[in-house]
């Protein structure tokens, strides 16, 4: 069986510093995906990452894949209270039909 | 931008009721998809559907489920007689593509409970 586990589960920090959640898994994934929700709503699809040791930006955020696809990272640099919500890591299952296996989230709250 | 649309946002239905849920995937989109999230838990993969059938489905998806394109906008799930435990939020959500890399756009989302 395929898991994710995401940590911290839970990250208050103060506007202006920089974080880092983590998403480990002992199964390799084809592809990972990371996602924001909001409460009451459905996640958003924020970047996926596929190829060994691959690095994206998206603003001030940076995701990046472990050389052997079976752990990503997230860093917040500069947090923001608009960045304030539940982050989730998501990985292609090894059936090949899309399904995505989630991990638990981390909810991030920025404080002004 | 395209999205995935569901229907209702909110449903309460008692114990034993049959509910079918609503979603119209991004037009372009071939593979579709529900997962469900019970309050404070992970999200969950119910079901994968790709040209009118169920290519993958979890053993939260017994006999109790059903899902359906009964036509060429609308993917439905019916959960033929309801219980407590079914209470969660369901997503539906859909891709272009289903290969590595292939990127899941997800509705807002059914608030079903079950009373």
């Known amino acids: 069986t395929q898991l994710l586990e995401q940590s911290p589960q839970f990250l208050s920090i103060q506007e202006g510093e920089n974080l880092t959640v983590y998403c480990n898994s002992s199964s390799v994934f084809s592809s990972l995906q990371w996602y924001r929700q909001e409460p009451g709503e459905g996640p958003v699809l924020l970047v996926t990452?596929?190829?060994?040791?691959e690095v994206k930006k998206l603003k001030r955020l940076t995701f990046q894949f472990g050389d052997a696809r079976k752990d990503s990272s997230l860093h917040i640099t500069a947090a923001q209270p608009g960045d304030t919500g539940l982050y989730l890591c998501a990985g292609a299952g090894s059936s090949n039909t899309g399904k995505l296996i989630f991990g638990q989230g981390t909810t991030l709250q920025v404080k002004p | 931008e395209p999205e995935v649309t569901q229907t209702p946002s909110h449903q309460v239905t008692q114990m034993g009721q049959e509910v079918i849920l609503r979603c119209v995937p991004i037009s372009n989109h071939l593979y579709f998809y529900w997962y469900r999230q019970i309050l404070g838990q992970k999200v969950e993969f119910l079901v994968s559907?790709?040209?009118?059938?169920?290519?993958?489905k979890s053993e939260i998806f017994d006999d109790q489920f059903s899902v359906e394109r009964p036509d060429g906008s609308n993917f439905t799930l019916k959960i033929r007689s309801t219980k407590l435990e079914d209470s969660a939020m369901y997503f539906c959500?859909?891709?272009?593509?289903?290969?590595?890399?292939?990127?899941?756009?997800f509705g807002q989302g059914t608030r079903l409970t079950v009373v």
């Open positions: 990452v596929v190829t060994g040791g």
């Open positions: 959500a859909s891709s272009e593509l289903f290969f590595s890399g292939a990127e899941a756009f």
């Open positions: 559907f790709y040209n009118n059938e169920i290519s993958e």
